[in-house]
């Protein structure tokens, strides 16, 4: 439960300043429903995920996009790609947004556009529950042959290699993985002995993962999400404005709420 008020206070921190338009009060932009493609994981609970009951796509980040369509008077249309190829693929135009829990970096916005942060978190070291060879990030880089499951090009890869190894991306001790839920799979059959993730998806995989896995050590530095587009896109401000005026009003807050508080998640 600590992580979980933690995150929130994180998220509270980000969500605090209202953009500038909305706060004096002027009109959402009206996009006269145009069809915006929204490329997503579907990896990432609770962001975004398949609910295991429902085999529905849902999480909070779904939640979020459809409201800032409603209130922008447009469509949404959403697919679906891997993490490896979902930057690549919208900097080429194929997809209007793409939303997975995008941390905000300097060499991204080379290749797309951010919206303004929706979200700050912090990574977190995941571990299974009866781990007791190390206990936070100094320690696990002082074993001689413990393994950290990532993927590659991601924050958490980037964290692993220069914030709890040692600077070096060719590291034998980084073992790469596809996707998220492979790491979490690969932790929980030994195969790894740590993962690194934002709060919002240690948080999730601790509370599914019925007592196998915890949290262990301090938070890791901090991200800011935000969603991504082509370079020049028009939709970005829009989008800004839609995310000011639901920082502003406290729907955003009622998202974490409900996501990161009061769901019950069905899947790792």
Known sequence: MIHRRLFLAAAALAL?????????????????GREIVVVTENAYPPLQYLDAASGQAVGWEYDAMNEIAHRLNAKVR???ASWDAMITAVSAGQYDIGMTGITIREDRKE??????????????????????RFSDAASFKAMDKGLVGSQAGTTPFYTAVYEVLDG??????????????AQIQALRAGDVDLVLSDLAGGQAS???????LKIVGKPLGKDE???IFPKGSDLVAPVNAAIAAL?????????????FVDAKLGQP
């Not at 290749?111 to 007791?132: C, G, H, T, W």
């Open 247 to 259: 920082k502003s009003d406290g729907t955003l807050d009622a998202l974490t709420q409900k996501w």
């Open 168 to 181: 070096n991306e060719q590291n034998p001790r980084v073992k790469l993985f596809e996707t998220f839920g």
């Open 78 to 80: 959403y697919e679906n």
């Open 206 to 212: 601790v509370a599914a993962s019925n007592g196998a």
């Open 111 to 132: 290749k797309v556009d951010f919206s303004d942060p929706y979200m700050l978190s912090q990574m977190v070291m995941i571990v299974r529950a009866d781990e007791n």
């Open 225 to 227: 999400f935000g969603f």
């Open 16 to 32: 605090a300043v209202p953009g500038t338009a909305f706060a004096q009060g002027a009109a959402l932009p009206d996009l006269k």
